[in-house]
């Protein structure tokens, strides 16, 4: 930590001309006694540090001293700044903080935190999300198996897991590991899991099988959808699955084929067509949304 705290240090006295002690102090949760020690210990590995009593006095660094940025060029950290930002939407913002302040500078010491590129990794319950990332990660660190509610398509249960990845994938956010009650490497939808807990058990991590690895293949698209879209909707389609993921029928439709996991999330989508959509295939969505409709038409007439 003390290696932190230094390169920490250097990095605020490189992005401003004067500080305090007691700001230091403030600002790494140390003593003065501490940053005092710290200085000290900057200045025998030789960086230049001035220090100046009373009223206007303070910290600072010799004027036209700079890091060496050979180690990394400007584009390689600022792509590490976009990902470091992108985490500090669901991780502990004072940490992220804390990391980022080392690759800052006002001077073009290092790299600017000015950058073009946004990623919100939130969503509308990041409170809720974020908690669970972070214990989740606390589990894998300490081997700790976690223990939680799991709702799905048939309801509810209560699973057991050994955690050993946090993955962000297909727009949402995994936990992937090992589950007892299965018996078998699985991913869970932290939308979908409630009720975190974790145990006082722990485990001795498995080798984890390189299939299972493929997060590509965890959810595979087993299920052929067929469906006649009016076009209209082309720009919603080209969003979802790309620029060339429909044909034109001769009386000017556009005709999807895809494959599909989950059944009730990609009859939702369909259904938010409306009668812009005609499911071709399978035909027990087809007959499913045809009851829908014929419910819907009861309901409001």
């Given at each position: 930590m003390k290696l932190d705290r230094l390169l920490g240090i250097l990095t605020v006295l490189l992005q401003n001309e004067r500080v305090t002690a007691p700001y230091l102090a403030a600002k790494f949760e140390v003593t003065r006694r501490t940053i005092?020690?710290?200085?000290?210990?900057?200045?025998?590995?030789?960086?230049?540090?001035?220090?100046?009593?009373?009223?206007?006095?303070?910290?600072?660094?010799?004027?036209?001293?700079?890091?060496?940025?050979?180690?990394?060029?400007?584009?390689e950290l600022a792509g590490i700044v976009a990902a470091l930002k992108a985490l500090g939407s669901v991780s502990d913002?004072?940490?992220?903080?804390?990391?980022?302040?080392?690759?800052?500078?006002?001077?073009?010491?290092?790299?600017?935190?000015?950058?073009?590129?946004?990623?919100?990794?939130?969503?509308?319950?990041?409170?809720?999300?974020?908690?669970k990332i972070e214990q989740i990660k606390a589990a894998i660190r300490e081997q700790r198996l976690?223990?939680?509610?799991?709702?799905?398509?048939k309801g509810m249960t209560k699973r057991c897991v050994e955690p050993y990845f946090v993955i962000f994938q297909w727009t949402a956010w995994?936990?992937?590991?090992?589950?007892?009650?299965?018996?078998?490497?699985?991913?869970?939808?932290?939308?979908?899991l409630?009720?975190?807990?974790?145990?006082?058990?722990?485990?001795?991590?498995?080798?984890?099988?390189?299939?299972?690895?493929?997060?590509?293949?965890?959810l595979p698209d087993q299920n052929k959808l067929i469906t006649l879209?009016?076009?209209?909707?082309?720009?919603?389609?080209?969003?979802?699955?790309g620029l060339h993921c429909y044909t034109e029928t001769n009386d000017g439709l556009l005709r999807l084929e895809i494959g599909?996991?989950?059944?009730d999330y990609t009859l939702s989508w369909i259904l938010g067509f409306g009668s812009k959509?005609?499911?071709?295939?399978?035909?027990?969505?087809?007959?499913?949304?045809?009851?829908?409709?014929?419910?819907l038409l009861k309901h409001y007439s």
């Open positions: 005092s020690r710290d200085i000290d210990s900057l200045c025998q590995a030789g960086i230049p540090i001035i220090t100046q009593q009373g009223n206007g006095g303070g910290i600072s660094i010799a004027e036209g001293f700079k890091l060496d940025k050979s180690i990394l060029t400007a584009d913002q004072s940490n992220i903080e804390r990391i980022l302040d080392k690759f800052s500078a006002k001077k073009d010491v290092v790299v600017s935190l000015k950058e073009p590129i946004i990623i919100d990794l939130a969503s509308h319950y990041r409170n809720s999300l974020t908690e976690i223990e939680f509610d799991y709702y799905y398509e995994y936990v992937f590991g090992f589950c007892l009650e299965r018996q078998d490497f699985r991913m869970f939808k932290l939308q979908r409630w009720d975190l807990q974790l145990r006082s058990e722990t485990y001795t991590p498995r080798a984890v099988p390189p299939e299972k690895m493929d997060f590509q293949t965890a879209f009016d076009p209209a909707v082309k720009y919603q389609l080209i969003e979802t699955y599909f996991t989950n059944w959509a005609t499911v071709i295939e399978p035909a027990e969505m087809a007959a499913h949304i045809k009851a829908i409709a014929s419910a």
